[in-house]
């Protein structure tokens, strides 16, 4: 098999992602790969990881719209045009303790400034973890200064789960089914500890 | 004080050299946790004086807690060293490629065995590590555990009640870990079996890398099968569902070689008795071939194929034939070229009978 980006040599490293639920896959030559690589073009196929994870561009985009639209409504209103040329650049949320916006966020390539960033930009982590992580509240340990898992959350867990697992039966999705079963059952489990 | 990437030369990695040999098929296990400290910048937001701040900061924590050893364990300041002895890092598998190029506040801290170490401002402040050979995925976790614990007991966690400790990256969040274990499966690529086999791994919410960490080359038929998702599952629950899948895996790679040796012994027999040739008697070896030949050789040593030699002198060739160490264990600085000449004169000298 050739490489897809340099159609000369043959093809050593194959990559399957699945996005939207479709499959696709990415057959890469050894050199074209280390290209892709050092460049940081190989997370989620050609893509920047953060615009894979977030959406991030879609983001932008919006942003762009809803300023330009904004920015169209204070000129017919006969405002200043100094302030309309400043509103045509998006105005994202940006982090109060590290500066960092969602473009910046892009740039690093999916990574975040600080820890406070988690709130700041906590819609967009939200759609993303729903993607890539199998469950939305934290399950494991926690440092030993802390007081431990917030019976709310696991609370608010176990319902998803349950809300799941009957969509898993619904589709015939036994294995699935049977990996809630297992959280629902440890979840429970912590909740009869407290 | 004598040079600590020359003491670190003296000792054979612990992780390819100390396994029992019944695990021929999984080499080794490894489990990594992220953590970062409330109130900093992640690294890739941090000037030099906060990196700096942070790094001295874990710096006192471990020796404080007197985790891997410290203050008695390896210290090394990356952006200080030579680039050969960063690769010496790299390919003991005590560093990462990002964190080695990173231009300030970076400290590897490695217990004496080499057994656990923390990389300081990687892609998160700190990345523990623990690597131990053969498949052992509960004492690898409780040795991690323990060291995080001793760590946290010094060190203020950023951690939520909801999302678990805080990543630089959403990807790793909630446990923070990534647990991998190495396998060696020649038999299920000569079967041609191992895409199918592995596409099923992937279906399973699990990743499959090659030798080094990154990348998806598998040479050498090594494979590093590790945890993708990070949050909703407890540590516990995320290493049952990789044992189960490991164990699998080495029971399909010994039915592969029993229906190889059934089937297609003489195939089998030729390949390995030409790796073996060729690792015996070449004068120019480049590191694919090598790498590809003491793949094969190591699966005629588990089949019991050579009556003498020991799997554990072919598993420190695949740590030394690779380039820095292959220039440090000579002393000089070598061209690709001469690399390959030297690599063979190695194989030659290592494996006579």
């Known amino acids: ?194 | 004080m004598s040079d600590p990437i020359e003491t670190l030369l003296k000792n054979p990695v612990s992780f390819l050299c100390d396994a029992p040999p019944e695990e021929d098929i999984a080499i080794s296990t490894r489990i990594r946790l992220a953590r970062n400290l409330a109130g900093f910048p992640f690294p890739s937001a941090a000037d030099e004086e906060s990196a700096k701040a942070v790094c001295d900061r874990v710096t006192r924590a471990a020796a404080e807690s007197n985790a891997l050893g410290c203050p008695d364990c390896y210290r090394f300041d990356p952006a200080e060293m030579a680039p050969l002895d960063r690769e010496i890092l790299l390919e003991r598998r005590l560093a990462s490629r990002d964190f080695l190029e990173r231009p300030f506040g970076t400290r590897l801290l490695v217990r004496g065995d080499e057994s656990s170490s923390i990389m300081i401002n990687e892609e998160d402040q700190l990345r523990l590590q623990t690597i131990r050979p053969g498949f052992r995925l509960d004492e690898v976790w409780e040795e991690i555990n323990t060291l995080d614990d001793e760590l946290s007991a010094h060190l203020e966690y950023a951690y939520d009640d909801r999302l678990g400790y805080l990543t630089s990256c959403p990807t790793n969040l909630g446990t923070g870990m990534r647990a991998s274990v190495m396998l060696h499966l020649p038999g299920l690529v000569m079967a041609d079996a191992i895409g199918p086999t592995m596409q099923g791994v992937l279906k399973l919410n699990l990743a499959v890398r090659g030798i080094f960490g990154e990348g998806s080359d598998h040479r050498g038929d090594l494979f590093q099968i590790s945890n993708q998702s990070t949050l909703g599952e407890s540590e516990a629950q995320i290493l049952a569902h990789l044992k189960m899948v490991i164990e699998q895996l080495i029971r399909q790679e010994k039915n592969a070689r029993q229906r190889l040796l059934a089937q297609d012994r003489y195939t089998l027999l030729d390949q390995v008795g030409r790796a073996y040739g060729a690792l015996l008697h070449s004068y120019k070896l480049s590191s694919a071939e090598a790498l590809s030949s003491l793949s094969k050789l190591r699966l005629g040593v588990d089949l019991n194929l050579f009556g003498k030699l020991e799997i554990l002198r072919v598993n420190e060739l695949f740590l030394a034939i690779n380039p820095a160490h292959l220039q440090k264990l000579t002393g000089a600085e070598l061209s690709e070229a001469e690399r390959d000449v030297r690599r063979a004169s190695l194989c030659r000298a290592k494996l006579h009978p």
């Open chain 1, 1 to 194: 098999m050739l490489c897809d980006h340099c159609k000369k040599n043959e093809a050593t490293i194959h990559i399957k992602e699945i996005h939207d639920g479709k499959c696709v896959s990415l057959n890469l030559c050894a050199q074209c790969a280390a290209s892709k690589e050092e460049k940081g073009e190989l997370g989620a196929f050609g893509l920047n990881l953060a615009d894979a994870l977030f959406h991030i561009g879609a983001i932008t985009q919006k942003l762009q719209q809803q300023n330009a639209a904004h920015a169209g409504a204070q000129k017919s209103g006969a405002s200043d045009p100094e302030s309309a040329a400043k509103s045509t650049i998006p105005e994202g949320p940006v982090c109060p303790v590290c500066g960092w916006t969602p473009e910046k966020i892009r740039e690093a390539n999916g990574k975040l400034g600080c820890p406070e960033c988690y709130r700041t930009f906590a819609d967009m982590i939200n759609n993303a973890v729903d993607h890539f992580q199998r469950g939305k509240t934290h399950l494991g340990k926690h440092p030993a200064s802390h007081p431990g898992h917030a019976e709310g959350a696991l609370h608010a867990e176990l319902q998803r789960l349950r809300r799941e697992l009957q969509n898993c039966v619904r589709k015939e999705d036994y294995e699935q089914a049977a990996v809630c079963r297992d959280r629902i059952k440890e979840i429970q489990a912590r909740l009869d500890e407290k």
